[in-house]
């Protein structure tokens, strides 16, 4: 997320901004918080894909006002199901705790989402190995990266100067078509690996489907966002809301990158082949 461009989109309404650190590395979380701060909202940042990631001498989770974190299948550390929230504020440590778990006379209207108990003890036994999972995912990224050295058409994610990485998802963007380079036969590269690579993710930010655009909750009357009776503002979810979102998600090339060393080492040779067939035509 840019912070100026978050900065440019809150409005009255605005009670919180909600920041992902993607696939395993962080977003600009320390200017997004002095935005949050500036405007008077919450920042939550979304670490199911950054447990454990340095940021500029603390962790992605630390810096917003919340983290929150995912330990269902395919994170980095699983439970099976269920997650947490962290935060240094007491009021809102109060807060979550009321609406997680519904009881006789809640404070706030609650629902009940809260692990259980054997979910809480596999986490916490995970909570002592997931850095030693990290470390072998870093491993992984790093044979994944060198298949990319040298090659002018491929664009590989930037880790900034302060920024740890989390591998999660491994990823680069497909620049091909400024350098002749035909994206069909680099498809056709990948999936002759026989691994698991998409091309293009969801290919249009969540806010062009239909769901957002044409707001039909409460028996189609516009909720939650347009000419909603519930709702004061008017919000128009509309294309060129988020241009480099818009820009780079059709190029975006992907494969996880939670796998044993000795697995990326087979992909990374296989991602070369498909950069030489590509560049052979």
Request: hydrophobic fraction near 35%.
């Amino acid at each position: 997320m840019d912070p100026e461009s978050a900065r440019e989109n809150i409005t009255p309404h605005t009670k919180a901004v909600c920041a992902t650190n993607l696939w395993g590395l962080p977003a600009e979380v320390d200017a997004l918080r002095n935005v949050a701060d500036e405007k008077g909202v919450v920042l939550i940042e979304d670490c199911a894909h950054a447990m454990f990631l340095p940021y500029k001498g603390k962790y992605a989770g630390t810096w917003g006002h919340i983290g929150i974190y995912s330990f269902c299948q395919g994170k980095h550390m699983t439970s099976g199901d269920g997650g947490m929230a962290v935060t240094d504020d007491d009021e809102l440590a109060d807060r979550i705790r009321s609406v997680t778990c519904f009881g006789e006379s809640p404070p706030h209207l609650a629902t009940v989402f809260r692990m259980t108990e054997m979910q809480a003890a596999i986490g916490l036994a995970q909570l002592e190995k997931v850095k030693g999972y990290i470390e072998e995912y870093q491993k992984s990224y790093a044979h994944l990266s060198a298949a990319l050295e040298g090659c002018a058409w491929i664009q590989p994610r930037a880790i900034k100067d302060g920024c740890g990485n989390s591998p999660y998802i491994f990823s680069f963007a497909y620049r091909g078509d400024e350098h002749g380079i035909d994206l069909d036969a680099f498809k056709q590269g990948l999936f002759e690996t026989g691994d698991l690579w998409n091309i293009g993710f969801t290919q249009v930010p969540a806010y062009k489907y239909d769901f957002f655009t044409h707001p039909r909750a409460y028996q189609d009357k516009g909720c939650p966002t347009k000419g909603c009776p519930y709702y004061k503002g008017d919000y128009e979810y509309r294309d060129g809301l988020c241009p480099t979102a818009e820009a780079i998600l059709p190029r975006l090339v992907n494969t996880s990158c939670m796998i044993s060393e000795e697995n990326a080492k087979g992909v990374a040779d296989g991602l070369r082949r498909a950069i030489e067939a590509a560049e052979k035509g």
